[in-house]
């Protein structure tokens, strides 16, 4: 058993403390510590990204980051999309165009979605497709994830009017 150390970050706006093992990766954190199970694991080696946030904006596989990395950093989890208890327009979408099924990957499409969303509000397919090409899907197939995350870019631009 490692050592623990306090961790101090901001998830998903709050300020969230908790004791991490220095060998815990931050999926574990999350959903252990933390208790944001919407966090999944796919693989654990960073190739499914079912497991994405961001850390300080970044995209970033939870699996290939260490708990302890967090200290002092922003994470956004699937859980911070919405807002006031209404669903992220992204998570609208994929409800809308089902663009889901079993759910195992639905939480890294939204957050790698909306991380393209938030540097690039009007991304064109092949950019659409080259901003997920690290997320993978066995049950849905690509189109309605795409066409989700088309349809969502539109109604934001709609409303930045």
Known sequence: MSEAVLVSTTVNGDVVEFACPTDEVLLDSLRDRVGLTGVKEGCGTGDCGACSITLDGQLVCSCL??????????????????????????????????????????????????????????????????????NLCRCTGYDKIVRAVQASAKELNKARR
Do not use: M, S, W
Not at 86 to 110: M, N, R, S, Y
Not at 116 to 128: A, G, K, V
């Open 65 to 134: 980051v260490l708990g302890v990395e967090a200290d002092g950093r922003d994470i956004t989890t699937v859980e911070g999309l919405t807002e006031d208890g209404e669903l992220h327009p992204l998570q609208q979408k994929f409800i809308d165009h089902a663009a889901l099924q079993c759910g195992v990957c639905t939480p890294g499409f939204l957050v790698a979605a909306k991380a393209l969303l938030d540097r690039n509000p009007n991304p064109t397919e092949t950019e659409i497709r080259y901003a997920l090409a690290g």
